[in-house]
């Protein structure tokens, strides 16, 4: 039988490598401290962009980046419990450390939901829906200040698209153009220019957004000389930024990826973009009424004009 987690004492929680998969954690960690809030918890992140998405969050004392097992062990020599919420990072580290293990998740149920159960059962806790939210720290000024050369008018309608994948933004074009086809997440993004087009001509006042990290800049500079008025923040965001850019615009389009998760951390209406990958297993978290998820057995089937029809639909429901 597991031990409780202490009332008080210092918790150490490994984390991942992958923007997404970090922020399936925050419900686990805030539930912790809810339920220990006199207890020390630092978090560690195997790189430094991944771990943006734990900046500012309440919930954590410290977060550290390390991607050596030496380091990591070490580190949690000085905790009274360490906790494993990513199965896949304790593999990376070979560490030796003994620690409470989330282990490998089922494909049944959402991957947020799997991590605040196993959390609540080294609490001994119960769930409410008020535990069933990601976290991320932003401020409105920040994606105040990423609009703000756009010259955007006060009637316009913004749509963000982000076309990448954490592949490309490891691996830039070499893997966008040689191999891209091994990633059965991605829709084409000549499917996503001819998306942006359609949304332009069914509506002048929209103006598309697009996102992704510098590795993506290829992506950028063609869907930009293809669709006129777009607003090009590729490089240019960290996970706050996307945070408090995804409360301005009014809808999101994507298929899954870290910023995807992103956008399902706020209100926003999103069209999710699924091929074989489950959405029960790796859709928004959790899920809203604006949520608009389109799902086929490969991403090739899925057609521009149903994510017309799903874009414009959410925007005239959900005006924001």
Known sequence: MTTPIPAAGKILILASSSTGNNI???????LIKKHRPNARIDVVALNKLCAEVFTGNPSINEVFVIDSRRAFDKLAKNYDRVLCLNANAQRKL???????????????????????HFAAGLLQCEITDEDR??????????????????????DAVLICIHLGTGTTKLHGWKFFY????????????DEYIKLGRALVAGNPKIR??????????FLAK???????????LVGKTSVADLHSLMRRVNLFIAHDCGVFHIAAATEVPIVGLYGPTDPVFAG???????????????????????????????IAKYPR
């Open 178 to 189: 040689a191999k891209r086809a091994d990633d059965k997440r991605l829709w084409p993004v």
């Open 24 to 30: 399936f954690c925050t419900p686990a960690i805030r």
């Open 133 to 154: 939210a990601y976290f991320i720290h932003s401020t409105p000024e920040q994606g105040a200040a990423l609009l703000a050369q756009a010259d955007v008018a006060p």
């Open 284 to 314: 928004p978290y959790p899920r809203r009424p604006q949520h608009r998820l389109i799902k086929k057995a490969t991403m090739a089937e899925i057609t521009v004009p149903e994510v017309v029809e799903a874009a414009f639909e959410l």
């Open 94 to 116: 070979k560490t030796q450390t003994a620690m409470d293990n989330a282990g490998h998740l089922s494909a049944d149920s959402d991957r947020a939901e799997q991590l605040l």
């Open 208 to 217: 598309i957004i697009i996102t992704g990290t510098r590795n993506e800049t």
């Open 222 to 232: 063609q869907f930009e000389r293809e669709v006129p008025g777009t607003i090009n």
